[in-house]
């Protein structure tokens, strides 16, 4: 059994790789109106460290790299929301298993802004992915609700669309932008998920 401090590492885990693939990203994606303070960021030693490593397997194309490199916090995030939503019948495990998929429908997304129509309506498909999840969170959050689970935790995921909003909002790039805010979301998830209850010791009879 994953303990719930695992379960919230694992969602601050997600939250700080896509904040750490943000500044070159946001360099790469729109330099002219990155603030300063992320520009003087992106520049750190350690972006060209991440960089070489990139370039030593292929990866030469620094919006790939950044961009389909948060593909392990959307496989965080999804972990700790299957542990969460057991028990919430077919919205959870919806709403889980397509956090999952944004894992692999992200690297999709940015290998295809180089590919050819009609594929390359794929890029940027995350937006879909985040509405559905949005809608799918919320419909789980419902199903908690009903399921007798304890309010704050049913109400947190029934405000997965307003997380996923302001904190793209806020940040104005996804889905890195939108993965640190449901990364945070995930950890307080995980810290509150009940714990099944133990089952009974078996009586000893002579």
Do not use: C
């Not at 500044?23 to 992106?42: E, G, M």
């Not at 909002?169 to 939108?178: E, K």
């Amino acid at each position: 059994m994953v303990k719930p401090s695992i379960r919230a590492t694992m969602g601050v885990a997600a939250t700080l790789w896509a904040a750490f693939l943000l500044p070159p990203q946001l360099i790469v994606w729109a330099p002219s109106d990155t603030p300063d303070w992320i520009a003087r960021l992106a520049n750190a030693g350690v972006y060209e460290w991440f960089s070489s490593v990139g370039a030593s397997v292929g990866l030469t194309d620094a919006y790939f790299l950044y961009g389909a490199g948060v593909a392990p916090s959307f496989l965080l995030i999804g972990l700790v929301l299957a542990h969460v939503v057991r028990g919430l019948g077919w919205t959870g495990r919806l709403f889980a298993g397509l956090t999952l998929a944004g894992t692999a429908l992200v690297v999709v997304s940015y290998a295809a802004e180089n590919w050819q129509e009609p594929w390359r309506a794929l890029w940027g498909v995350e937006a879909v992915l985040f509405m559905a999840i949005g809608l799918t969170g919320l419909a789980a959050g419902i199903a908690a609700f009903r399921r007798g689970i304890p309010r704050s935790s049913a109400a947190l995921l029934a405000l997965t669309p307003i997380v996923i909003v302001v904190s793209t909002l806020l940040i104005r790039y996804y889905p890195h932008g939108t993965l640190i805010g449901m990364g945070l979301q995930a950890a307080v998830l995980g810290l509150m998920a009940r714990e099944p209850d133990p089952a009974p010791a078996l009586a000893v009879t002579a």
